[in-house]
Nanobody
Framework: QAQLVESGGGLVQAGGSLRLSCAAS????????MAWFRQAPGKDREFVAG????????SLAASVKGRFTISRDNAGNTVWLQMNSLKPEDTGVYYC??????????????????WGQGTQVTVSS
């Protein structure tokens, strides 16, 4: 069973940056597509970014395009989410997820079998 552990969250002012990390263990990391989702208080969990097994393909939610970047290191079993120009509406708990679909719909939560515990990101205005 895969285990995912997120880190890097915190409190930042609007316009600032954070880099989230997700360390994976328990299964062959390179066999899995990876994604970040987030959940704001009182709202449903939503897709933020996804990346293919080899890192060649990425997908970003429209709300974060141009500000966030997803990347991965298969040798180090880690995926990152670089978040720049943060806005108060980016506040939420950020979750890392992994899934093994050959043709993933990155934004579909059902694509992902394994989830981390989440890391809090708070952006103050």
């Amino acid at each position: 069973q895969a285990q995912l552990v997120e880190s890097g969250g915190g409190l930042v002012q609007a316009g600032g940056s954070l880099r989230l990390s997700c360390a994976a263990s328990g299964r062959t990391f390179r066999n899995y597509n990876m994604a970040w989702f987030r959940q704001a208080p009182g709202k449903d969990r939503e897709f933020v970014a996804g990346i293919s097994r080899g890192g060649e393909t990425t997908s970003l939610a429209a709300s974060v395009k141009g500000r966030f970047t997803i990347s991965r290191d298969n040798a180090g079993n880690t995926v990152w989410l670089q978040m720049n120009s943060l806005k108060p509406e980016d506040t939420g708990v950020y979750y890392c997820a992994s899934g093994g679909s050959l043709y993933p719909n990155y934004a579909d939560q059902h694509e992902y079998a394994y989830w981390g515990q989440g890391t809090q990101v708070t952006v103050s205005s």
